[in-house]
């Protein structure tokens, strides 16, 4: 598609239920990346996908986050016994990979989480 | 570790006012330096970048110039418009080569007034 599409956009979830956050990228883009911005901060990252290996999953908080991306292109992180401390905005961003050199990322317009 | 430290808001100015947010960071090596923009109800969107030392990006009539002896990446315009009013992020990537992700500092919301 055009840009990286996810889905839901709002997502209202009971402390301990499971979530699930699907992330679409741009056709062709191998670099996926997931973020985690809390109200009235900045985005902090999450995990990171090249095609569909998981290279880095130094940000997820616990071991409830659980991110894959079995195909290398849609993306879906998982939330499993939500908590409040969980309720965030989850972007998505996706980067052309070329020659080892990135060009740009294009984010997703993110899905917030409520946790009640 | 990298990290971004940028000046805190909110931010009210008037239309056609001149406009500075400040940004430092702390990288090893020469990370690369962006500008995000964050309009209401949207996502973020580059408003400009820069990828060595003395470079300076523009856009939209923004601007920001690498600057490596004060490790700093000031974002500036010199009129700003009602339709400017947005969050903006500072971030840089490392510049080492498994740094893939980018590091944000905390943002600052401009409100711009008619």
């Known amino acids: 598609g055009a840009g990286v599409s996810q889905s839901p956009r709002y997502k209202v979830a009971k402390r301990g239920q499971d979530v699930a956050l699907r992330c679409d990228p741009i056709?062709?883009?191998?670099?996926l990346f997931w973020y985690q911005q809390a109200l009235g901060q900045g985005p902090e990252f999450l995990t990171y996908f090249q095609n569909e290996a998981q290279l880095d999953k130094s940000g997820l908080p616990s071991d409830r986050f659980f991110a894959e991306r079995p195909e290398g292109s849609v993306s879906t992180l998982k939330i499993q016994r939500t908590q409040q401390e969980d309720s965030a905005v989850y972007l998505c961003?996706?980067?052309?990979?070329?020659?080892?050199?990135?060009?740009?990322?294009?984010f997703g317009s993110g899905t917030r989480l409520t946790v009640v | 570790g990298n990290s971004v430290t940028q000046m805190e808001g909110p931010v009210t100015l008037s239309e056609e006012a001149f406009l500075t947010i400040n940004c430092t960071y702390t990288a090893t090596g020469y990370p690369s330096l962006f500008w995000y923009v964050q309009y209401p109800g949207e996502g973020l969107q580059l408003l400009l970048k820069?990828?060595?030392?003395?470079d300076k990006g523009s856009n939209k009539g923004f601007e920001a110039t690498y600057r490596k002896e004060t490790t700093s990446f000031h974002l500036e315009k010199g009129s700003v418009q009602v339709s400017d009013s947005a969050v903006y992020f500072c971030?840089?990537?490392?510049?080492?080569?498994?740094?893939?992700?980018?590091?944000f500092g905390s943002g600052t919301q401009l409100t711009v007034l008619p």
């Open positions: 820069a990828t060595k030392a003395d």
């Open positions: 971030a840089l990537k490392g510049a080492s080569g498994s740094a893939r992700q980018l590091t």
């Open positions: 961003a996706s980067s052309l990979v070329r020659d080892g050199k990135y060009y740009g990322y294009t």
């Open positions: 056709s062709g883009h191998v670099s």
